[in-house]
C-alpha cells in the first residue's frame, strides 16, 4: 500500500514560498530605497514602466525600478502561494482542491496580462 504524503509536509512549501517571497521582496525596496536616499532619485512622472522595462531597470541597479519590483514581487508571493497549494494538492491525490487551486491561478495571471495590456 502506498503510503500518503504528510500534511505538513505541503503546509512547509507554503511557509517556505511566502517566507521567501516576503524576504526577497524586502530586500530589493531596502535596496532600493538605500539607493533612492543615495542618488536623491524619485519616481517620475506618468504611469508605471512596462515588465521588461521594471526588470531592466532594476537589474541595472535603478532604484525606482528595484522599489517597484520589489511591490510587484511582494504581489506575486500569493500568487506563488496558490500555485504551490495546486501542485501539493495534485501530489496528493486531491483533485478537487488541485483543479479549484490550478483554476484561481489561472485567473489570477489571466488578470495580470489582461490588467497589464
Known sequence: M??????????HWVHLVL???????AL???VGIVLALATGQHAPEGPP????ALVRGALLGNAVALLQAGLVLLMLT?????????MGW???KEYRFATIAL???ALLIGS??????
Open 2 to 11: 502506498k503510503e500518503r504524503p504528510q500534511p505538513h509536509h505541503l503546509t
Open 19 to 25: 517566507s521567501a517571497g516576503i524576504s526577497v521582496s
Open 28 to 30: 530589493v525596496m531596502f
Open 49 to 52: 514602466p512596462q515588465w521588461l
Open 78 to 86: 500569493p500568487i506563488a502561494r496558490v500555485l504551490v497549494l495546486g
Open 90 to 92: 495534485l501530489a496528493e
Open 103 to 105: 483554476i484561481v491561478f
Open 112 to 117: 495580470l496580462i489582461l490588467g497589464s495590456a
